[in-house]
């Protein structure tokens, strides 16, 4: 005998699929809420725990009296003391601390940005025997850590004279210029602009080099325009590494009114030896020309480090 044939489902109407679709759709929306909710917790997690560190240091530099040593929500007390002492109570100048770490941020970013722009144009287009291996080549040079370089690097500044004493003012900019050049030539520039540099089309510079655009030219008036957000983002990251220079300049800089304001914090803490909380609002001070560069190119740091991936 044979099994009786199951009975045929009826067709399901449109207002069946409808519901259907309603409640699938009604689903999948509370499952990425809730999915949303949990990443977000995540988020808030990590960022209050990398953002106390710093909130424990301005309540510290504010707090008058009391222990510095255990973990607080509110300060005990709010006073400016702390801040008034920074710039009175040192025996190096505060507002010359600031100074050095303006000049040589300036003078910093402004060498390394244009050596890793002019580096970068020949290792992404111009066609030369060896111009990979070249590149790859250097970019092994980023797996030594930066101390491995220290030696060297003071005797080269030492052969070049930078640290000789004949006159006040050059033996300033001698010492700057020791801070500085050690650093000018960045391997992480000479790989974001190059990056940046390959996202060109080759069209362009076929095109100027057809009507007779030298080389310089073409990097002058093609690729710096087109790569302006990475050279930003760049310039952006090399006045952090500037602003925040500490163990090149500790060991390089015999005068103490030459030192930066990240070094000099280094004898706010020697000279406020019983109050730390003035050390806690030098270290604020010092964060604060950090973010405002920040803030202000914020929107040409994301897309410049976007772009240079990319390319």
Not at 159 to 166: C, D, F, R, S, V
Not at 238 to 266: H, Q, T
Request: net charge positive; hydrophobic share 55%; glycine share 6%.
């Amino acid at each position: 005998m044979t099994s009786p044939l199951p009975a045929a489902t009826a067709p399901m109407s449109a207002e069946e699929h409808a519901r259907l679709a309603a409640q699938l759709k009604s689903r999948r929306v509370a499952r990425q809420r809730v999915q949303n909710v949990l990443a977000y917790a995540v988020l808030i997690v990590i960022a209050l725990i990398m953002l106390y560190p710093f909130y424990w240091t301005l309540i510290t530099s504010f707090e008058p009296t009391g222990n510095i040593y255990e973990a607080k929500i509110l300060p005990k007390g709010v006073s400016l003391r702390n801040y008034a002492e920074v710039f009175s109570g040192t025996t190096v100048p505060f507002w010359r601390l600031i100074l050095n770490s303006l000049v040589i941020c300036v003078l910093g970013v402004t060498i390394t940005t244009t050596l890793a722009t002019l580096a970068a144009y020949p290792l992404a287009k111009m066609r030369f025997p060896g111009r990979d291996l070249i590149f790859y080549a250097i970019l092994i040079l980023m797996v030594l850590p930066n101390e491995a370089g220290l030696i060297v690097n003071y005797i080269t500044t030492i052969k070049l004279g930078l640290l000789q004493q004949t006159n006040p003012v050059i033996d300033a900019v001698r010492q700057y210029l020791a801070v500085v050049l050690p650093g000018a030539a960045s391997i992480i520039g000479l790989f974001l602009l190059r990056q940046a540099y390959l996202g060109v089309p080759q069209e362009l510079i076929e095109a100027a080099r057809i009507d007779g655009a030298r080389e310089l030219t073409i990097w002058r008036r093609i690729m710096l325009p087109l790569a302006l957000p990475t050279i930003v983002a760049f310039a952006i990251l090399e006045f952090v590494a500037y602003w925040n220079s500490f163990l090149w300049a500790r060991i390089m800089l015999p005068d103490k009114n030459m030192l930066p304001l990240s070094a000099g914090l280094l004898e706010l803490s020697s000279t406020f030896s019983t109050n730390s909380r003035a050390v806690m609002a030098g270290a604020v001070i010092t964060i604060i020309p950090i973010l405002i560069v920040f803030l202000m190119g914020q929107k040409y740091f994301m897309k410049g480090l976007e772009g240079a991936v990319k390319g």
